[in-house]
């Protein structure tokens, strides 16, 4: 069973401040990561994909990925009240599918 | 920007009955799925569809679900007898292809509510 675990937080940081959000995943094997943002009552929606070892930076996010640790990491600049969320790590099955872990609860507190 | 959309956004209904959950995907897309998240839980992978078949589909996706493209455009969802457990919120996605390197693309959802 491929499993995909977060830290259910919730993660409070204060407006400015930097939001780190850590995903770990069971299959050696994965080659897909992507991290979705979940507003309470909506759908996912893609932030990030990342596919080779080190960072990818797109505006205020960072995706970081460490393969050996089986590591996935997603990090937000100057955090913004708009940010609180559920931030969803997925990783990409064998068959195209997504497998996502239950997300971590970020608050950031103006 | 193009978008997947799901109806209807909320669907009520008692328990034994039929609902059928409708999405169009983006229109160039090739590939779709329906995945489920029961409140308070994580999003799970229900089934894939490509080229009028299923590619693949979870333990979830048993004898009670069925999906079908039946035009062009539409892609469906229909659970058969419906059960308490089923009330979650049903969202259809959609990618250009089927590679887990893919980005896919989720519509707002369907929150099904079981009687």
């Known amino acids: 069973q491929k499993e995909v675990e977060q830290n259910s937080g919730p993660l409070s940081v204060p407006e400015g401040a930097i939001a780190s959000l850590n995903c770990t995943y069971s299959d050696r094997g994965s080659q897909s990561f992507f991290w979705y943002r979940q507003y309470s009552g909506k759908s996912p929606e893609l932030i990030m994909s990342i596919y080779s070892n080190g960072d990818k930076e797109d505006g205020r996010f960072t995706a970081q990925l460490n393969k050996a640790s089986q590591y996935v990491s997603l990090l937000i600049r100057d955090s913004q009240p708009s940010d609180s969320a559920t931030y969803l790590c997925a990783v990409g099955g064998s068959q195209g599918n997504l497998i996502f872990g239950k997300g971590t609860k970020l608050s950031v507190k103006p | ?115």
């Open chain 2, 1 to 115: 920007e193009p978008e997947v959309t799901q109806t209807p956004s909320h669907q009520v209904t008692q328990m034994g009955q039929e609902v059928i959950l409708r999405c169009v995907p983006i229109s160039n897309h090739l590939y779709f799925y329906w995945y489920r998240q029961i409140l308070g839980q994580k999003v799970e992978f229900l089934v894939s569809f490509y080229n009028n078949e299923i590619s693949e589909k979870s333990e979830i996706f048993d004898d009670q679900f069925s999906v079908e493209r039946p035009d062009g455009s539409n892609f469906t969802l229909k659970i058969r007898s419906t059960k308490l457990e089923d009330s979650a919120m049903y969202f259809c996605a959609s990618s250009l292809v089927q590679a887990s390197n893919q980005p896919q693309h989720f519509g707002d959802g369907t929150r099904l509510s079981i009687l």
